[in-house]
């Protein structure tokens, strides 16, 4: 498994959940519903629609669900960030041309751990929309300050000579699969960052 991550505008996010269009609506519900993807039963489906008009007129809020609405949710957030759901709409742009291993995650957490880091831990297992701690859902949202912060946070673990990294490629990797998607994402003022664990 790997991190692969993205950008997008957050004001086009905030557009999309919360005033989505019926064009979106009808595009996002028949890719959640469809039985190739998918292998919901009858009563799953009426949850699954409801979930995402939900979504994209109210906005991703995970208040008063139960778990399995929030697994629901939790996939209809990341179909939604995927080439098969709104990713045009969203301006969705792919920064990860190295994608991020989950071992590679493993080792930056372990490490952070030590550290007391705050924020690296959302990039082993993910972290939900609007959530402060980190959670097993597979995707995780990066506001501006928490790129910055993320980024200090990785740096302060590639910089430390103490370390011992069980690759020696470790540090230069760290760069490639996060680092410099955090700074893609940087350089515009209106971008967030979006990562998906797959």
């Known amino acids: 498994m790997c991190w692969y991550y993205h950008t997008f505008p957050i004001d086009l996010m905030k557009r999309v959940c919360g005033q ?8 996002l519900i028949k890719v959640v519903t469809d039985p ?8 799953q489906i009426v949850i699954v629609k409801r979930l995402a008009k939900e979504v994209l007129h109210e906005g991703i ?35 990860s041309q190295d994608p991020m291993t989950i071992d590679l995650a493993v080792e930056l957490f372990q490490a952070g751990q030590a550290a007391a880091l705050p924020l690296l831990p959302t990039i082993l297992h993910g972290r ?10 597979n995707y995780v949202f990066l506001s501006r300050e928490e790129l910055a912060q993320v980024k200090a946070e ?32 940087l350089k515009d003022p209106s971008l967030w960052l979006y990562g998906h664990l797959t």
């Open 36 to 43: 190739d993807e998918t292998d919901f039963d009858e009563d």
């Open 154 to 185: 990785a740096l302060k673990l590639r910089d430390d000579r103490k370390i011992k990294w069980k690759f020696p490629d470790t540090p230069q990797l760290i760069d490639k699969t996060l680092i410099n998607c955090i700074d893609d994402a």
């Open 61 to 95: 809020s995970y208040a008063d669900k139960d778990g399995e609405e929030t697994e629901i949710q939790d996939m209809i957030v990341t179909t939604m960030f995927s080439h098969l759901g709104l990713d045009k709409e969203l301006k969705i742009k792919p920064v």
């Open 20 to 27: 989505a269009t019926a064009k979106e609506e009808k595009k």
């Open 128 to 137: 939900r929309y609007g959530d402060d701690a980190p959670s097993l859902c």
